[in-house]
């Protein structure tokens, strides 16, 4: 695993707080899939923005929705 | 119902007959159809340098010769790859409706349809096999969708022919490029051949399908639906900016070069151009008021950056 620090997930929750005008935070476990805070059409750019953050490139065959529900879990997985 | 609205369009019918007998007659071997040498030179463009997601950029400014056509290389892999992946879902979506009720009279052009896009993918995977020695995987789209079962075989073929037509503006253009090694001219010509007749085909489906949608749908859901299509236009282009595209290529910061490309005003206008047929159809059959692809709701990789 790479070396990162809270600020890196940061960029994450900023691109997520972002999107929605709304909202000023994000709890770690909430599920960003049922909160509307990511979609379909907005996961693409939801993975791009968690690989630059990380450092880790991340396998497209070997997506598993759960890592990407809740901050806690991105963050278990990729940070 | 949708089947009541084909049966009584003779019109559509007549199209459908027609296309049927140049499916049959226009048939060709794939696999015997193509030369592939055993490596394409790499001191040349691969794709059309005006179709590359920097040119008449900063970016691209900064590049060298050698750099630009060694990233033309690697965006022509991508695009090639995006047809795999593309071609996959609409087979998928294509299989699921063939022969159900609804669709038994164009059961007959989803045969050729779902055979002649079989026949794609294979040569659109060797290619990228060949000379790419690999093929991208894209992002599967995940997550919830919002829930519109009237409307869900309409946006399956719009989503359809907007995958095809975003292409086909590719294939015509590089069919014509005598910059371009002959197998890649090739490629690109008869899948623009092919998909002439799926475009015209999904242009009158489309067409009948918002027809029926209209009956069944509110102003409000219809509004809606107008958005999520933007949406959908908008994301179907960005997938061509892959940040693993400009790493392969060797251009430092790819997840940078991505934005900085995505937000100068090229990508605009580069999207207006790619896209000039598909939105001009969508505006005439008045489903989508206007052209503007800005979002008015949730930012894309250009509004938040």
């Known amino acids: 695993m790479p070396n990162t620090t809270s600020s890196n997930l940061d960029q994450v929750r900023n691109w997520l707080l972002a999107r929605t005008t709304e909202r000023d935070s994000i709890d770690p476990d909430e599920d960003l899939i049922t909160a509307r805070l990511v979609d379909s059409l907005s996961f693409v750019e939801f993975v791009l923005t968690i690989e630059e953050a990380s450092g880790v490139e991340i396998d497209r065959e070997a997506i598993d929705l759960d890592d990407f529900r809740t901050l806690k879990a991105i963050e278990r997985k990729f940070f | ?305």
Not at chain 2, 93 to 109: A, C, D, L, N, W
Not at chain 2, 207 to 229: C, G, M, N, Q, V
Not at chain 2, 257 to 263: D, F, T
Not at chain 2, 295 to 305: D, E, K
Request: hydrophobic content about 35%; aromatic content about 12%.
């Open chain 2, 1 to 305: 119902m949708i089947s009541e609205l084909i049966s009584k369009d003779e019109r559509f019918q007549e199209i459908l007959e027609r296309l049927n007998r140049k499916s049959v007659e226009d048939y060709y071997n794939p696999y015997r159809m193509f030369e592939w040498p055993d490596s394409l030179p790499e001191n040349r463009w691969w794709m059309s340098p005006e179709l590359t997601t920097t040119y008449g950029t900063e970016v691209a400014a900064e590049l060298d010769q050698e750099q630009l056509y060694r990233l033309s290389r690697y965006e022509s892999i991508n695009f090639y790859s995006l047809n795999v992946d593309g071609i996959r879902d609409l087979i998928i979506e294509v299989t699921r409706r063939i022969h159900t009720r609804g669709f038994e009279i164009p059961s007959e052009f989803f045969h050729h349809f779902i055979g002649e896009e079989n026949e794609h993918m294979w040569f659109f995977a060797e290619f990228c096999q060949r000379y790419g020695e690999k093929i991208y995987r894209q992002v599967e789209s995940s997550g919830q969708d919002e829930t519109w079962p009237e409307a869900a075989s309409f946006l399956v073929f719009v989503r359809i022919l907007l995958f095809e037509e975003l292409v086909d503006h590719f294939n015509s253009t590089m069919a014509l490029d005598e910059r371009l090694h002959d197998t890649i001219r090739a490629v690109n010509r008869i899948h623009h051949q092919d998909e002439s007749r799926h475009i015209a085909f999904g242009r009158e489906l489309v067409s009948l399908l918002f027809e029926d949608l209209k009956t069944k749908a509110s102003p409000e859901r219809l509004d809606e639906i107008r958005e999520y299509i933007k949406r959908y236009v908008n994301y179907s282009f960005e997938s061509l900016f892959n940040p693993q595209v400009y790493r392969d290529a060797g251009i430092p910061e790819p997840f940078a070069v991505r934005r900085r490309l995505l937000a100068s005003p090229r990508s605009a206008e580069f999207q207006q151009q790619v896209l000039r047929k598909p939105l001009n159809f969508l505006v005439k059959t008045g489903i989508l008021h206007d052209r503007n692809l800005a979002p008015t709701g949730l930012p894309t990789a250009r509004g938040n950056s």
